[in-house]
């Protein structure tokens, strides 16, 4: 299954009222139809499933597959056998690994950028969605986090910081902790 956001996810990601926690945001922004849930848990976490179904359910995403019935039958099944959750928690370390990716980080800022208001900020946005070569998207996420403190809240800032250096590469977490 490849969720895809409807109408009304786009609305609500651009009008920053509806009804959604961060972690539904997010999951709504790397939704494009080309990922499969099984990407989705990979970026993540666990509980991406159940985050998609309840976003199916709520009107924001569509499987365009007609898989809303099936998806949640496993669920309860994962629910009901524990004994598959150790094998699966093994490469479970794998994937906690694979969060932390490059990809990942971009996609995250380019979300916080998008969800900024602001000239400035569009302009680093673009940048940063055409940044191919890994140098140039590390020079760009750098260029966003200096952006940042015109446009919101140190605490904000701080927040956002965070959690990119939680999805970064290890090997880059320094360049971003000298920036600090």
Do not use: N, W
Not at 73 to 85: D, I, L, Q, W
Request: charged share 20%; glycine share 4%.
């Amino acid at each position: 299954m490849q969720p895809r956001k409807t109408d009304l996810a786009r609305t609500a990601l651009q009008a920053h009222r509806a009804p959604l926690d961060m972690r539904q945001r997010r999951l709504l922004i790397l939704c494009d139809g080309q990922r499969t849930v099984v990407d989705l848990t990979g970026l993540l976490g666990p509980e991406a499933p159940a985050m998609v179904i309840q976003l199916v359910q709520a009107g924001y995403l569509s499987t365009g597959t007609g898989a809303t019935a099936p998806a949640p039958a496993p669920s309860p099944a994962a629910a009901v056998e524990p004994v598959p959750e150790p094998p699966a928690a093994a490469p479970a370390a794998p994937a906690v690994e694979r969060r932390r990716s490059l990809v990942a980080a971009r996609i995250y800022v380019l979300g916080i950028l998008e969800m900024q208001r602001h000239p400035q900020a569009a302009a680093v946005f673009r940048d940063l969605q055409q940044a191919r070569a890994e140098d140039e998207v590390l020079q760009r996420l750098q260029s966003a986090l200096q952006v940042l403190p015109a446009l919101t809240s140190d605490g904000y800032c701080q927040r956002v910081r965070q959690r990119l250096l939680e999805a970064l590469p290890l090997e880059h977490c320094d360049a971003f902790a000298e920036v600090a």
